[in-house]
């Protein structure tokens, strides 16, 4: 007979089977919950935000480069190369890749390169950051050696991406007018700065995917936007002209104890600066290394009273005005006097007896102002005015002066008598050299260039617009002044140390006293000059020198004129000028 079970052990079994069921009831709703979640997601993954991470992915894999457009050149009168960019590349880091080897880096960037390893280090630690600049213009081979050098330890990234960079291959020649860039390849002086736009071109970029060591992946898609050359410049400079004459100059500067020295040689029938030499001067390739002062053009942004050389242009609107000639008889007193000041000349003397031409070959400044008694201030002011005194001649460099010209109806009579021979009126060096030209030029003021052209990246030469010219005086006068100031450069005139061998040369020597900070003139500090052009029976080139403060006493013709001579005669032997064919004219200065 069988047992039933017992109402104690059913109830047991059964409280087992539902806590059993109770348990698997939670763990499937829980299951259920988080794969839900999942689900969830998931279609918020793949649907909703798909574009969204799609992008956030495809950024985290991608790197963009820009590619630094490759800068115009400039080239001389030749077409000899003066600024040119070289192939190079700017250093780059990710310093979530770099943090951890920072030292070996470091260590080797300082070696191949050149960096400063403590920099450097810092700067591949560089947090919160995927992307800093180590190093800009590095010559390709550098960065070539020291990437291999990393890859062969296994160590990654570092990065390498084009950056052409300037160079000056003649160093400090015409750095005073090329100018130079700072860091980031922006023109900041001469015609750098002012052609930055033009010669700078445009950059482009390329665009590549990378791997989780950020390293380029070779087959995957890539695109290139080409940067675009700048355009250039070519130049009325001639390369050597300029070499020599910068060289001249600072031995002139050294000889005169002078604080600085400008020369200038202008193709008289162009207009073209062939030559614009200054010392001291800065090499592009390291302007730092010269005080603030030497980096920028003295011969455009300095100004001075020109002194005597400005007889020039006095003397040209008297001839033009028919108001003298060159054999104009004139009684020179020892002194004169206008509104109180005492005038005289830069040598003691009585009365004594001077023609026009005796006058310009003694630079006697009462022997201007008695030839010119005749001319009001508002006849002379436009003659000055024409030859280009008062405003920019429009060069073309940073910082251009326009100089000092009051008008005439506020001149009193010593103003008057000072501008007449050159003080009382301030100028530059560029607008002198215009003016001397015009005489040289039979008259006919050009405006001075530096650009004859620009230069496609293709290399084709688009000519520049002719520069504005006018007539100053008539042929017949400047033609007269270009035969009386060959007595200056005679044995007996103020530069005889200005004659060259074989040709005629006219010129007129120069000396002016330095305005003081306190007001007044200086007596210990002038500006001494000389002007001149060869061959005098038929001008081909014009000079213009200025030396500043000489502090040994030279004056415009023992200072400033055998710069001229040495200077002029290289030119004159350079273009193959002849030597002049017949004798100077034997003009008498006394009566």
Known sequence: MTQAPSARGTTATDRRTRRMQVRIRVVFVLTTFVLSLFAARLVQLQGVDASAYASMATQEGTRVVELHAERGVIRDRDGEELASSVDGVALTADPSMTEKNAPQIAAVLSRVVGMDYFRTVEQLRTPNTRFVWLQRQVPTWQSERALKLLASEGITGVFA???????????????????????????????????????????????????????????????????????????????????????????????????????????????????????PTVDPNKPQTVAEADRGSRAVQNVYEPGSVQKLMTFAALLDREQVTARTRLRVPGEMTFDGATVGDWWDHGPIRLTATGVISQSSNLGTIRAASGLRGSDLEPYLRSFGLGEPTGIGLPGESGGILAPADTWSDITRANILFGQGLSVTAVQMA??????????????????????????????????????????????????????????????????????????????????????????????????????????????????????????????????????????????????????????????
Request: hydrophobic fraction near 40%; aromatic fraction near 6%.
């Open 161 to 279: 991406q084009r950056d052409p960079f300037r160079t000056y291959p003649a160093g400090n020649v015409a750095g005073n007018v090329l100018g130079f860039l700072n860091i980031d390849g922006t023109g900041i002086a001469g015609l750098e700065a002012v052609a930055d736009e033009r010669l700078s071109g445009t950059d482009g970029s390329e665009t590549y995917m990378v791997a989780g060591s950020g390293a380029q992946i070779p087959l995957a898609p890539n695109s290139v936007d080409d940067p675009e050359q700048g355009t250039g410049l070519q130049l009325t400079l001639d390369r050597d002209l300029q070499w020599y004459a910068q060289r001249r100059l600072q031995q002139a500067v050294r000889e005169t104890k002078a604080s600085t020295g400008t020369a200038i040689i202008t193709h008289v029938r162009t207009g073209e600066v062939l030559s614009l030499a200054e010392w």
């Open 434 to 591: 215009a003016a001397v030209n015009t005489v040289a030029n039979d008259g006919v003021y050009v405006a001075p260039t530096l650009v004859s052209g620009r230069v496609a990246p293709d290399g084709s030469l688009t000519p520049a617009a002719e520069p504005e010219s006018h007539r100053v005086v008539s042929r017949r006068a400047a033609k007269t002044l270009q035969q009386m100031t060959e007595a200056v450069t005679a044995e007996d005139g103020t530069a005889p140390a200005a004659a060259i061998p074989g040709y005629r040369v006219s010129g007129k020597t120069g000396t002016a006293q330095r305005v003081s900070k306190a007001g007044g003139y200086d007596a210990t500090a002038t500006v001494v000059s000389f002007a001149g052009f060869a061959p005098a029976d038929d001008p081909r080139f014009s000079m213009y020198i200025v030396l500043d403060d000489p502090k040994s006493g030279a004056g415009g013709g023992s200072g400033a004129g055998p710069v001229f001579r040495d200077v002029m005669g290289f030119a004159l032997q350079r273009y193959a000028v002849a030597p002049s064919g017949t004798r100077a004219p034997r003009q008498p200065t006394e009566w």
